[in-house]
Nanobody
């Protein structure tokens, strides 16, 4: 019943920026933990960033710390991923995910999330 609609992907040169958006509907947005994951060709889906339902905790994979920022806008029921200083290795399909109940240690685990968006492509050229 949860609907996740993603947007904001595209092509950018190394060092550039993109902002991904994921609009949530069909549920009470404030009750859902939100995450961003990515998958490159021939690779497993990997954790990128996540934020707790109450916004009190954020999590990032080590390689994006200091470059990416996850945030949520309650009024727009939307979660964002601001990506700065992009690198070619950031090229992947990016997915938004949501789950109502997660222990803290599961926030980085893609198998723990019940709901997923359609994905949006990010391509970073060198």
């Amino acid at each position: 019943q949860v609907q996740l609609v993603e947007s904001g992907g595209g092509m950018v040169q190394a060092g550039g920026s993109l902002r991904l958006s994921c609009e949530v509907s069909g549920v009470t947005f404030s009750r859902y933990n939100m995450g961003w994951f990515r998958q490159a060709p021939g690779k497993e889906r990997e954790f990128v960033a996540a934020v707790r339902a109450n916004g009190g905790y954020t999590y990032y994979r080590e390689s994006v710390k200091g470059r990416f920022t996850i945030s949520r806008d309650s009024a727009k029921t939307t979660v964002y991923l601001q990506m700065n200083y992009l690198k070619p290795e950031d090229t992947a399909t990016y997915f938004c995910a949501a789950d109502r109940e997660l222990i803290l240690s599961a926030m980085r685990d893609p198998s723990a999330y019940d709901w997923w968006g359609q994905g949006t492509q990010v391509t970073v050229s060198s």
